[in-house]
């Protein structure tokens, strides 16, 4: 029989009481010895990597000040033993581990799912997956009932923004509410087989700190990193500096990126009024358990992940050993700036624990239904309590996590009066279902899509927003820790598409019996690249039918139909992209263009200004929405988006036309128009359409002969479309002309 530190008859009502106490600890926290080749890469002279304090004073007055500016780290996939802060003798990570030693360092911090998105709505909601309704990424978006931290946070008066690292988090998935800024943006970079194009630490960094020079005195921050995601590339200097373990670089390259970010904050704030919160979303297996990254298991390699909260209220150098959860993030927060609580959250303030010498009874839940969604097997729901971990599966398991750290031995057959406790109070935790996620439901056009495409499309569901959820929820079928191998399978057809063996590759994913989404991505991938594009298009089909949001399946449905010359279907696949889903700017173009040929540029400006929204520096979306305003007699606003595009190429000689054009049709800025018309007609030559605007222009001015010499000099190259305007345009001007010379019209 187990002997529990604290009593397993907790009632469903009292998993997570209002006022907590919690066992807490001083311990001596000091910052591993930097590595000689990565301090040489890093530059460890600046000020943001000085060494914390030796000693912290855990006796000393704690500020009860609210903080002007609250910053919140989440570094993807970096689990909490493969920092110096906690234990791990070659970290390098002299940032992360300052914020330990001049904060609250949280011992045991539970991640609810290992999965991004699902692991960053409860962090963002307060509510466990189950309450929040967002159970795996990219497939479902937060309700719109459910409030957020940051619509806390700007009721409570502050600024709200984001930089995120990667798709998986853009905005249509619904963690942009209640952010005044939210930056969704990526550099096209695809982080190994998910699809998820990612941008670096370095643009991550670069992006947020471009938003402080400008921001307001109090404002909450959200910055995401995702470089320690698989596939692990380093920077070439980190890559060196950590021979054969590119997780551990990526995590020393993150970390620099972090002093960088904390460096640019205190140069314009100083350290006064700031909060820091540095955390995960979930970690990486790296082997254990038969797993090479995550999202299958729910071990503590993918679970137990790091927490670390300095600034006022946060006395220095303590550490707590009571097991906490991202689920407490957002009501630490809001409690922290004295913003309203959310309603419902499962969570609590964690400021508590740091004043209270008591063990809190609690429950921590955790899930993955990735192993149903992707594979069509059984889900993983677990619960812990105290150092004792359940997870109900085929083959249940109990782990003695003080005496069993590596989760070796299932004591489940032993205590069968434990597991039955914990499965109680696991089956609390999912009954508690107040929101249901968006996302699922096809719209009409897409219902029309997928038929046209010769789906087999279902009925839309009915009044229960949960209905289906206990279905996923079902433990049965393979259990996941007996199928690792096909796991394995699969990271051995990804090796063999990345040395050119896509033959291989989709035998060795077809041999496979598993039906699920994620399998049926791999094999379009691999039947792509061997040639059998009308395999590729049946895979990527089976997926759309499922999870019709998934833009990574889209694309590969694009792909294939381009390469069986179906190029009009392709283009329908494009003109029929939901608008708020297009992973990139150049999707974005691609389908305007195809609703513009359908006839239907309203839908195509619609599409392109919200993409605008999104990225409103991108040129090619400023360009093509200036032409699509300009068609729609919204000239003001198409020179607003010409003007961005100058400024942003003020080399570019279309750029320059396109503002003269613009401000002849407006009648506005002349003499600017016919500056920048000439400079451009200097700059490229006698091209028919640049004499075109630079005769417009002089015309628009009086120069009705300057006109006209421009006229004659495009006329002599130009293409139908422009020789026709040319023509009019000299009719217009020689009978102008013959006018002043007859005494008609003053000269």
């Known amino acids: ?73 989440t570094i993807d996939t970096l689990r909490a033993d493969r920092l110096g802060s906690y234990g791990a003798p070659d970290a ?28 960053h709505t409860t962090l963002m909601t307060g509510l466990d997956p189950p309450a929040h309704g967002v159970r795996h990424n990219a497939i479902q978006r937060l309700g719109k009932q459910v409030p957020t931290l940051a619509e806390g946070m700007q009721e409570a008066g502050y600024a709200t923004a984001a930089v995120v690292g990667a798709l998986v988090l853009e905005r249509r998935f619904g963690l942009d509410r209640g952010f005044d800024h939210y930056d969704d943006r990526t550099s096209g970079r695809i982080s190994g087989g998910t699809g998820y194009a990612e941008r670096t630490a370095t643009q991550v960094v670069d992006a947020a700190l471009a938003w402080i020079q400008n921001s307001p005195d109090r404002f909450f921050l959200w910055v995401h990193f995702y470089d320690p995601h698989a596939d692990y590339e380093p920077p070439p200097g980190f890559a060196a500096a950590f021979p054969r373990r590119p997780y551990m670089a990526e995590i020393a390259f993150v970390d620099a990126e972090v002093g960088r970010l904390l460096e640019g904050i205190r140069a314009r704030f100083g350290d006064d009024g700031l909060l820091l919160v540095a955390t995960s979303d979930h970690g990486e297996s790296l082997g254990e358990h038969d797993e090479a990254t995550h999202s299958y298991t729910i071990y503590e390699a993918t679970q137990r992940i790091p ?96 005496a069993d750290p590596k989760e070796l031995r299932n004591r489940a057959e032993e205590d069968p009066e434990a597991v039955a ?50 279905a996923l929820e079902q433990i049965g079928g393979a259990d996941p820790k007996d199928r690792m191998a096909v796991i394995r399978e699969v990271s051995l057809a990804q090796a063999d598409l990345e040395n050119g063996r896509p033959a291989e590759a989709l035998a060795r994913l077809e041999a496979l019996p598993e039906e699920g989404a994620a399998i049926a991505m791999q094999r379009a991938s691999a039947a792509l690249k061997a040639g059998l594009s009308e395999r590729a298009e049946a895979y990527a089909k089976s997926v759309l ?145 640049l004499l075109d605007t630079l005769a417009s222009v002089r015309w628009a001015k009086g120069d009705a002969r300057g006109a006209l010499d421009a006229v004659e000099r495009g006329l002599e190259h130009a293409s139908s479309r422009t020789r026709a305007h040319l023509l009019e345009l000299r009719v217009e001007l020689r009978a102008g002309l013959r006018e002043r010379a007859s005494g008609r019209v003053p000269l």
Request: glycine residues 6%; hydrophobic residues 45%.
């Open 1 to 73: 029989m187990l002997v529990y530190p604290i009593s397993l008859d907790i009632d469903a009502d009292r998993l997570e009481p209002q006022t907590s106490a919690a066992r807490s600890s001083v311990t001596h926290l000091a910052v591993p010895p930097a590595l000689v080749i990565l301090a040489l890469v890093i530059g460890l002279g600046c000020g943001a990597d000085r060494p914390p304090s030796a000693s912290p004073d855990p006796d000393a007055e704690i500020s009860s000040e609210r903080p002007d500016r609250v910053v919140l780290i």
């Open 92 to 119: 390098h990570t002299p940032h992360l581990d300052t914020i330990a030693a001049r904060g609250v360092r949280f011992e045991v911090a539970i991640s609810p799912a290992p999965l991004t998105l699902p692991a």
């Open 307 to 402: 927490l670390l909260i300095q600034g006022p209220g946060w006395p220095a150098g303590r550490t707590i050993s009571t097991p906490v959860g991202l689920v407490d993030l957002a009501p630490t927060l809001l409690a922290a700036v004295g913003a309203a609580p959310l309603p419902e959250v499962r969570g609590l303030d964690l400021r508590a624990l740091v004043d209270q010498d008591e063990p809190v009874e609690r429950s921590l839940y955790m899930e993955t239904l990735a192993t149903r969604f992707d594979y069509g097997w059984s889900p993983l729901l677990g619960v812990r309590v105290g150092t004792h971990k359940y997870i109900r599966a085929p083959r249940p398991e109990l782990f003695d996590l003080e």
């Open 421 to 470: 406790k914990l499965d109680r109070l696991l089956e609390a935790h999912l009954a508690v279902r107040r929101h249901a996620a968006g996302g699922v439901e096809l719209d009409a056009e897409e219902r029309e899509w997928l038929r046209d495409l010769g789906y087999v499309v279902p009925d839309a569901s009915a009044s229960d927003p949960f209905e289906g959820v206990d």
């Open 545 to 689: 039918l499922s999870e019709p949001e998934r833009t990574d399946a889209r694309l590969l449905l694009v792909r294939a139909l381009e390469a069986q010359g179906r190029v009009e279907a392709a283009e329908r696949v494009f003109a029929d992209w939901p608008v708020d889903s297009a992973p990139a700017s150049w999707v974005v173009v691609r389908a305007a263009t195809a609703e513009i040929a359908q006839g239907r540029k309203p839908a195509a400006l619609e599409r392109v200004l919200y993409a605008r929204r999104r990225d409103p520096e991108d040129t090619q979306l400023a360009r093509l929405a200036a032409n699509l305003l300009d068609d729609a007699d919204r000239m003001d606003e198409a020179l607003a988006a010409r003007e961005m595009v100058l400024r942003s190429m003020p080399g570019s000689v279309a750029a320059r036309n396109d503002v003269a054009w613009t401000l002849f049709v407006l009648g506005r800025d002349l003499d600017r128009a016919l500056e920048l018309a000439e400079s451009a007609v200097a700059d490229a030559g006698d091209e028919p359409a």
